[in-house]
């Protein structure tokens, strides 16, 4: 039961993938940009998603894709045309098709007329054309089903019916050969053979004059050759179908032994590399028995005709089955040779999956050396190169591979944000029809990789500043007209990578940010004092604040001040910043910059008195050491540095975590200047910069409490624990200590605060 567990969870993962595809294709061919080859990746993913769960017994699921597949292979033929009605119809039943994957791997029950309309809908489609999509509902529910949906005039045409054509009786001679690759993948033989046996008359003869003795025979080779006598009148193609999904791992050759007078064709053979391999699906106990294959297809037993069971019939009818293709949760894809062979080929690994767990583990291994190293360097820093040569340059030799190292690891967890991207265009489709509006979404930059964590908390901040940009960006196509936009609004989302961190980019051209009714509302909110006076960027700010909302009426998409907060606070947990970018009638931008990992960082090792901190160098713009006449006291006792025409507010990093010895006069110390998630900037006073270091992150909340003001820690060299600085905190704990009577801002959340309620 554990190993078949680990099948469903190989299944599921690659439904996953299957499905973020699959949308991905059907707004190609919505869009009017698809062709072929697009039309034939949808239905391989349907057809996938049919197999893989037909063997773990999912047979609601089954039937539902049995349908939908069926469509789609019409449209592949051209019988059917993928016209916006149909298209939009397929993808309606994708999300039904994603909702059936989704009870199935949880164990939820949908509801038993779920996916009624998807299915009525389909097959009224398919009989457009004469084509009953289920061959197994009764005759009386399709002529309901036709009388409801006001099909029954298609039996009633004049026009008389052309005579179906009838495929001959026809013998065939079928060579088939596995190679060792066939097993590897976890298929097998005595599968395909009961497709086979489903065709009509069969009889199988095993060659086992390659296999070799005992001693010598390799459990994991391919030893045994079929030949398969096949008296059936579906053709040659739905032999070949058959064995569609191993087609590269094997040599097949099939011959017509009684073709037709006017049809007379050579044995056709279909070397490994002639046809594109297809994806392999998860699957269930015929991995067990893949090893076995030898023992259970003994010569002894090749000789007796296999005569066919009505038990062993595909239920739906189907020779499509995805059976035969099955693949252990850890199979790896290879790169079919040009040249077909027989077994023992190798073949180079192109992927492997692996469960992220153990990932994380080579991580945090990967991390223990860091700081081992780090710790090595340190004791050792005493030690002068010149006469210690060899021992310094191992040192530094050792370093550059643990870096390389390092990064490598954490390339293993990088994912491009396209499976994020992936879920945009069905959420803008589906606001688009709730707002009454035309929205178009363009996307770029869907293949930039960033962390797995990262991308894993990513999807609620989207969603909430697509939905915001659609219901309170976006325009009425009327509104867009009346002043001179066309009437589609587009909502533009990229995805870049600058330096060490991630920019996300959601912009759209619609009516910016109303910033005369923001402010209104934040003052009825009493989130805003009434004689405040703010610059644009604090106003814009202000829809972040926790209940904030400018909408008239709650609706389902918005109304309740729930969204953007959430928003600020996912990206700022993930150590990342949120930036506006709005102009009046012309449209807004949210930026997001994110790290690539929460695993490592690049930072500033800074001396405060007698303890040391990291300050991240992102965060950082520059330092310097001031000059006195560059420091002006404000009347509040606050200090503020003048920098190029700039005023920026001076903090004591002693003062905030209460550190003794700490130097006073910023003239003596060091200014670090650092910039804020709302692009307002601030200056550390620090007693010393001790040098740059890669640190390993340790969470604080894991493993202790949350401080304000403290990002994470991580361990230096020396051993000792150095705290990693969460800049928006000090910011915070410095504005609360000045007991300010108007406005302070707060991770540029601005709001009025009395002198008493500070204290």
Known sequence: MDELQQFKQTFFQECEELLGDLEGHLMALQAGE??????????????????????????????????????LDLMRDGRLEPNPDSVLLVLRCADILSDLVRAAQTGGDLPPEHENDGRR???????????????HAADEELAALDAALGLNNIAAEPEPEP????????????????????????????????????????????????????????????????????????????IRDVFEFVLDDCDLEITCLNPPAAQVAPPVESPAASQP??????????????????????????????????????????????????????????????????????????????????????VNMVGELVITHAMIAQQTEHLHADQHPELANGLAELSHH?????????????????????????????????????????????????????????????????RNSCDHGIESPEDRVAVGKPPEGVIHVSADQRGGRIVIEISDDGRGINRDKVMKKAIEKKLVAPDAVLSNEEIDNLIFLPGFSTADQVSNISGRGVGMDVVRQNIQ?????????????????????????????????????????????????????????????????????RIRGEYVPLVYLHRIFKVPDGIDDPTKALVIIVELE???????????????????????EENFDPIRGVGAATILGNGRVSLILDVAGIKYIAERETQRPALRTVGGNVTALSAAAAS
């Open 573 to 641: 947990s993930l150590g990342g910043r949120v930036h506006i970018q709005s102009r009046p009638s012309q449209g807004s931008s949210f930026i997001l910059t994110l790290p690539l990992t929460l695993a490592v960082l690049d930072g500033m090792v800074l001396k405060v008195g007698v303890q040391s901190y990291i300050l991240p160098l992102a965060n950082i713009v520059e330092s310097l050491r001031p000059e006195a006449d560059q420091i002006n006291v404000v009347a509040n006792a606050s200090q503020l540095l």
């Open 678 to 700: 709302d692009s307002t900037k601030m200056g550390l006073v620090v007693d010393e910069i001790i040098g740059q270091q890669q640190v390993v992150i340790k969470s604080l």
């Open 402 to 466: 643990i870096r390389d190292l390092q990064e490598s690891v954490m390339a293993m967890r990088a994912q491009p944000v396209k499976s994020v991207f992936a879920r945009l265009p069905r959420l803008v489709r589906e606001l688009a029809q709730l707002t009454n509006k035309k929205i178009r979404l363009d996307m770029s930059g869907e293949n930039t990789e960033i962390d797995k964590t990262v991308i894993e908390q990513l999807g609620d901040p989207l969603t909430h500043m697509i």
């Open 163 to 238: 005579e179906p054509t009838k495929v001959p009786q026809l013998k065939y001679l079928v060579k088939f050969a596995p190679r060792d690759a066939l097993y590897q993948r976890a298929n097998e033989p005595l599968i395909l053979i009961r497709e086979l046996r489903n065709l009509g008359g069969f009889l199988a003869r095993a060659d086992a004059s390659a296999l070799p003795s005992l001693d010598q025979l390799n459990p994991e080779g391919a030893y045994i050759r079929w030949e398969f006598d096949i008296e059936t009148d579906q053709g040659e193609d739905a």
């Open 277 to 362: 391999a297809a994806a392999a699906m998860a699957v269930s106990a015929a991995a067990e028995t893949a090893s076995q294959a030898v023992a259970e297809t003994h010569p002894a037993a090749s000789q007796a005709q296999t005569p066919a069971h009505p038990g062993d019939h595909d239920p739906h009818g189907d020779t499509h089955k995805a059976d035969p293709h099955k693949a252990d949760p850890h199979a790896t894809t290879a790169k079919p040779k040009a040249e077909g062979g027989g077994g023992g080929e190798t073949k180079a690994v192109r992927s492997i999956r692996v469960d992220l767990d153990r990932v994380d583990k080579l």
């Open 121 to 135: 809908s389909l097959i009224a489609l398919a009989a457009t054309v004469g084509v009953n999509a289920d061959p």
């Open 34 to 71: 698809g062709d072929s080859n697009t039309l034939n990746a949808v239905f391989r993913a349907i057809h996938s998603i049919k197999g893989g769960a037909g063997a773990f017994g999912f047979d609601r699921l089954v039937n539902f894709a049995h349908i939908f597949e069926t469509v």
